[in-house]
């Protein structure tokens, strides 16, 4: 009666650890955050972040003080007329943003990808220029370049030039938006 005994407790207690080891637990799922820009990579949604605007909601004639709430973080580097951000979204990708202002008025948007995934460059660079050929008329493209020109409001003219300037190695994709005199 003793070893019959220890049998059903081993036996209990082996059931009791598999059903414990195979049970699963129900997570609780944060809702997917909806898409900036469906139809074009990921990162595109974290490196322009907003329709609104020429640059992640920003416009050009914006101040400091905007810059650094549409960016939510202090800047890597701070002067007069200059505020400077770097990203890295990913092992392989990062991102860095250079912004220029005259007298508390943002002047120009510098923005540089860089990643190790050539493929990934190549890619993002496709949709960068098609993002901005559904927003901006007119595209101009020559020599790996690709300028868009533009009247933002009240006719205030301004431009976006993308470039791919990949290596074999690496992928890195400049662009630059700046007022138009």
Do not use: W
């Not at 973080?73 to 951000?85: D, K, T």
């Not at 860095?96 to 995934?117: A, C, F």
Request: proline share 5%; hydrophobic share 35%.
């Amino acid at each position: 009666m003793y070893l019959s005994l220890r049998n059903i407790f081993v036996i209990f207690f082996l059931s009791f650890l598999i059903a414990a080891c195979t049970h699963e637990e129900k997570k609780q799922e944060a809702p997917a955050k909806p898409r900036i820009f469906p139809g074009y990579h990921i990162l595109l949604d974290e490196i322009v972040r907003s329709n609104e605007g020429v640059f992640r909601g920003l416009k050009l004639n914006a101040g400091a003080g905007q810059i650094k709430k549409v960016e939510g973080s202090a800047p890597i580097e701070e002067s007069e007329g200059h505020l400077y951000y770097e990203y890295q979204p990913d092992s392989l990708t990062n991102y860095s943003i250079d912004y220029t202002l005259s007298q508390d008025s943002l002047e120009e948007i510098s923005v540089q990808i860089n990643t190790n995934d050539l493929e990934l460059s190549s890619y993002l660079f496709c949709d960068l220029k098609d993002y901005y050929a559904n927003k901006l008329p007119n595209p101009t493209e020559d020599k790996g370049y690709v300028v868009y020109n533009c009247f933002e409001g009240q006719r205030k003219p301004f431009v976006v030039s993308l470039s791919d300037n990949s290596s074999p190695s690496k992928g890195i994709i400049n662009m630059l938006i700046y007022k138009d005199k």
